[in-house]
């Protein structure tokens, strides 16, 4: 069965960065784009960018363009989502997703944390 | 950026009762493929989105056929015609037509 497994919570302070982790299995990685999404407390999710697992070609939203790098590592079967110069406001809970026609499966989320 | 409204942002249902979220967009998102970009997610309390509908009107894959999409250009309906007490979350509308990918605000399905 499909599953995306992502990396754990994490507690970072203003500045630092943090690095989330998402480990496909249940089928063939290279086939189906990665997603990310985040949402912070009480408001609504917001689509963070996306990695073509083929080619490995990321696109970002222009929101976090200069302090975010999607990546993936095919022979893992695992992407990343690494935000920078972290800020108060990042205080999230980050998803990974799977797009097929739509996002078809979910990771369990990673709750990030930033805070002096 | 192509922004998202719904409404209500609050939907009180008695079970067995039908309830209609509404969802409108900036832009169209009438592809000149002929599909409408535009999906529903329900988020439970304390878990990750899932997908109900893509692309305007297709039910997703397990999804009971009580749950359906409508809609196009820049008007949608979510709509379920009789809500169950599992039904309770936030629904989301998302456009896909164009990046950055936009979410509604959310809409709050609780039993009366």
């Known amino acids: 069965q499909v599953q995306l497994v992502q990396s754990g919570a994490e507690m970072k302070k203003p500045g630092a960065s943090v690095k989330v982790s998402c480990k496909a299995s249940g089928y063939t990685f290279t086939n189906y784009a990665i997603h990310w999404v985040r949402q912070a407390p009480g408001q609504r999710l917001e689509w963070v960018g996306w990695?073509?697992?083929?080619?490995?070609?990321?696109k970002y939203s222009q929101k976090f363009q200069d302090r975010v790098t999607i990546t993936t590592d095919a022979s893992a079967s695992t992407a990343y989502m690494e935000l920078n110069s972290l800020k108060s406001e990042d205080t999230a809970a980050y998803y990974c997703a799977r797009r097929s026609s739509a996002f078809d499966f979910w990771g369990q989320g990673t709750l990030v944390t930033v805070s002096s | 950026d192509i922004v998202m409204t719904q409404s209500p942002l609050s939907l009180p249902v008695t079970p067995g009762e039908p309830a209609s979220i509404s969802c409108k967009s900036s832009q169209s998102l009438l592809h000149s493929n002929g599909y409408n970009y535009l999906d529903w997610y329900l988020q439970r309390p304390g878990q990750s989105p899932q997908l109900l509908i893509y692309?305007?009107?297709n039910r997703a894959s397990g999804v009971p056929d009580r749950f359906s999409g409508s809609g196009s250009g820049t008007d949608f309906t979510l709509k379920i015609s009789r809500v169950e007490t599992e039904d309770v979350g936030v629904y989301y509308c998302?456009?896909?037509?164009?990046?950055?990918?936009?979410f509604g605000q959310g809409t709050k399905l609780e039993i009366k």
């Open positions: 998302i456009q896909t037509l164009q990046i950055p990918y936009t």
């Open positions: 692309l305007g009107s």
């Open positions: 990695i073509n697992t083929d080619n490995g070609a990321p």
